[in-house]
């Protein structure tokens, strides 16, 4: 593995994430920045082999280095000013707010990633998906220079995994080019700074062992930890999707409108990596125009923020479906026959939406693929209804936006023929998940816990505190029988 290569590109990936995140003047705590700069970073790298092939210029290890540090360089270059040695400060007084308790729960995050960490590294890509499509068009490209190589002379009509958007084919290729002949390590990457920022958010609102447990019960869901060591579309899908739905709900909070822009990226990225996600995001217009109406926002604003919530992500979609595979490579491919367009038969949605439920959601084999993520996610959003029957804005929009997946994914299982329920469905829940755990952070049960250990930990830090000061001033005296030194 070549260590020098890694170090360049997590730098690559924190400064170019970071230079984006100061372009749309996005402020979060110290530890959700640094992993959101890693994620978004991650992201600029995945689109660098698809624009060379755009702009034909040869994929080579020196382009891609170049093409890296450029980009990293424009979007840092009016963003100079802002990294300050003050930041120095900023972090030590992070690193002291982290509690003992905060101290067990990451070193146990850290020991349960470290089996993921290890399969990234020594395993190459195994899953069908993968080795039908990216993987075979990152190796090509490697010796080729080239993502329009000799793969697309083979007689693949049987899968479609090769006209995917590039996102993982893009960051197999730099991986395999600048760290490991296996790539993946920028999974774990990506997996771990997703880890780090969904915990900095859970911390905000709850008691860091209410907090630690819930993500406990969100890493330990074994569906959704395998795929952050076997290479697919659909764990990284869900990160930029339930990004995408936090900071939309920052802007209707706050009324900033560099987070709905910032938002309308995110899915963008979200589209970039699985292009039915257009779907989904239509989806949730009404949510929008709600908040858009209630807020009083003048009519030609609203056309513009719904128009750019919709073309943002289109465009992701449009330049690799609507130009590289139109004009760049080598077959044809009508997105149009993939769709289905008898709407007579709309059984087929409502028995999509009944196998979702009985198979994976709330029976059937859900414990098996989700542990018991859901059935506590049922119980902590029962308890809230009957006991405390109210919602604050954060919980009716995350609420809301899990209603859409429930319903969308059936729905694009009926658009889309090829969208099974055993492999795409089931793989398409894990954008619920996330957005269950930022629920829990909302739970006025949890949060009514997180007040109940914090009241009854006063008390005791206090005592403590009251026993250690007694205790310094005695210490500090001196013992019988022994003088002060003094000047001889």
Same mark, same amino acid.
């Given at each position: 593995?070549?260590?020098?290569?890694?170090?360049?590109?997590?730098?690559?990936?924190?400064?170019?994430?970071?230079?984006?995140?100061?372009?749309?003047?996005?402020?979060?705590?110290?530890?959700?920045? @640094?992993?959101? %700069?890693?994620?978004?970073?991650? =992201?600029?790298? #995945? &689109?660098?082999?698809? *624009?060379?092939? $755009?702009?034909? !210029?040869?994929?080579?290890?020196?382009?891609?280095?170049?093409?890296?540090?450029?980009?990293?360089?424009?979007?840092?270059?009016?963003?100079?000013?802002?990294?300050?040695?003050?930041?120095?400060?900023? @972090?030590?007084? %992070?690193?002291?707010?982290?509690? =003992?308790?905060? #101290? &067990?729960?990451?070193? *146990?995050?850290? $020991?349960?990633? !470290?089996?993921?960490?290890?399969?990234?590294?020594?395993?190459?890509?195994?899953?069908?998906?993968?080795?039908?499509?990216?993987?075979?068009?990152?190796?090509?490209?490697?010796?080729?220079?080239?993502? @329009?190589?000799?793969?697309?002379?083979?007689?693949?009509?049987?899968?479609?995994?090769?006209?995917?958007?590039?996102?993982?084919?893009?960051?197999?290729?730099?991986?395999?080019?600048?760290?490991?002949?296996?790539?993946?390590?920028?999974?774990?990457?990506?997996?771990?700074?997703?880890?780090?920022?969904?915990?900095?958010?859970?911390?905000?609102?709850?008691?860091?062992?209410?907090?630690?447990?819930?993500?406990?019960?969100?890493?330990?869901?074994?569906?959704?930890?395998?795929?952050?060591?076997?290479?697919?579309?659909?764990?990284?899908?869900?990160?930029?999707?339930?990004?995408?739905?936090?900071?939309?709900?920052?802007?209707?909070?706050?009324?900033?409108?560099?987070?709905?822009?910032?938002?309308?990226?995110?899915?963008?990225?979200?589209?970039?990596?699985?292009?039915?996600?257009?779907?989904?995001?239509?989806?949730?217009?009404?949510?929008?125009?709600?908040?858009?109406?209630?807020?009083?926002?003048?009519?030609?604003?609203?056309?513009?923020?719904?128009?750019?919530?919709?073309?943002?992500?289109?465009?992701?979609?449009?330049?690799?479906?609507?130009?590289?595979?139109?004009?760049?490579?080598?077959?044809?491919?009508?997105?149009?026959?993939?769709?289905?367009?008898?709407?007579?038969?709309?059984?087929?949605?409502?028995?999509?939406?009944?196998?979702?439920?009985?198979?994976?959601?709330?029976?059937?084999?859900?414990?098996?693929?989700?542990?018991?993520?859901?059935?506590?996610?049922?119980?902590?959003?029962?308890?809230?209804?009957?006991?405390?029957?109210?919602?604050?804005?954060?919980?009716?929009?995350?609420?809301?936006?899990?209603?859409?997946?429930?319903?969308?994914?059936?729905?694009?299982?009926?658009?889309?023929?090829?969208?099974?329920?055993?492999?795409?469905?089931?793989?398409?829940?894990?954008?619920?998940?996330?957005?269950?755990?930022?629920?829990?952070?909302?739970?006025?049960?949890?949060?009514?816990?997180?007040?109940?250990?914090?009241?009854?930990?006063?008390?005791?830090?206090?005592?403590?505190?009251?026993?250690?000061?007694?205790?310094?001033?005695?210490?500090?005296?001196?013992?019988?029988?022994?003088?002060?030194?003094?000047?001889?």
């Amino acid at each position: 593995m070549n260590i020098a290569g890694l170090i360049f590109l997590i730098l690559m990936h924190f400064f170019s994430g970071r230079g984006l995140l100061y372009l749309f003047n996005i402020k979060t705590r110290l530890w959700a920045t @640094i992993a959101l %700069s890693m994620i978004t970073g991650i =992201l600029i790298i #995945a &689109l660098i082999p698809m *624009l060379l092939d $755009l702009f034909f !210029i040869p994929i080579t290890t020196e382009n891609v280095i170049i093409s890296t540090l450029l980009v990293t360089i424009l979007l840092n270059s009016t963003q100079v000013k802002k990294y300050r040695i003050s930041t120095l400060k900023h @972090i030590t007084s %992070s690193i002291k707010s982290i509690t =003992l308790t905060d #101290a &067990l729960f990451l070193l *146990l995050f850290i $020991l349960l990633m !470290i089996p993921s960490v290890w399969r990234c590294f020594y395993f190459p890509a195994y899953a069908r998906d993968i080795l039908s499509g990216p993987e075979i068009i990152a190796e090509y490209t490697l010796r080729e220079k080239t993502m @329009i190589n000799s793969v697309f002379s083979l007689n693949l009509e049987t899968t479609n995994n090769h006209l995917k958007p590039p996102f993982v084919s893009g960051l197999q290729i730099v991986y395999k080019m600048l760290v490991h002949p296996f790539g993946e390590l920028w999974l774990s990457i990506l997996s771990g700074s997703f880890l780090i920022w969904l915990f900095s958010l859970m911390r905000e609102k709850l008691h860091p062992a209410v907090a630690g447990f819930c993500l406990l019960l969100f890493i330990a869901i074994p569906e959704m930890y395998a795929y952050t060591y076997i290479l697919l579309f659909d764990y990284a899908n869900a990160i930029m999707f339930s990004i995408g739905i936090y900071f939309f709900l920052q802007y209707v909070i706050q009324q900033k409108a560099n987070y709905f822009f910032f938002s309308t990226l995110m899915f963008g990225f979200a589209t970039f990596i699985r292009s039915e996600t257009l779907v989904l995001i239509c989806m949730l217009l009404p949510m929008i125009l709600f908040f858009f109406y209630k807020e009083k926002l003048p009519v030609i604003k609203r056309i513009l923020y719904t128009g750019t919530f919709v073309i943002v992500p289109f465009i992701f979609y449009y330049v690799w479906m609507g130009i590289f595979i139109k004009y760049y490579l080598p077959i044809k491919f009508n997105v149009g026959d993939q769709v289905n367009t008898d709407f007579s038969h709309v059984n087929i949605f409502f028995s999509r939406l009944s196998d979702l439920t009985s198979s994976y959601l709330l029976g059937g084999n859900s414990t098996m693929h989700y542990a018991y993520f859901i059935n506590v996610f049922c119980i902590i959003l029962l308890t809230d209804v009957i006991v405390y029957r109210k919602f604050n804005t954060e919980a009716r929009i995350l609420l809301y936006s899990i209603l859409v997946l429930y319903i969308g994914i059936p729905l694009l299982g009926f658009l889309i023929p090829w969208y099974d329920l055993d492999n795409t469905s089931k793989r398409a829940l894990f954008k619920m998940f996330p957005l269950m755990l930022l629920y829990f952070r909302n739970s006025m049960i949890l949060q009514a816990l997180s007040r109940s250990i914090i009241n009854w930990e006063s008390p005791q830090t206090k005592s403590v505190q009251a026993t250690i000061d007694k205790i310094i001033p005695q210490m500090a005296k001196p013992k019988p029988g022994i003088k002060k030194r003094g000047k001889q």
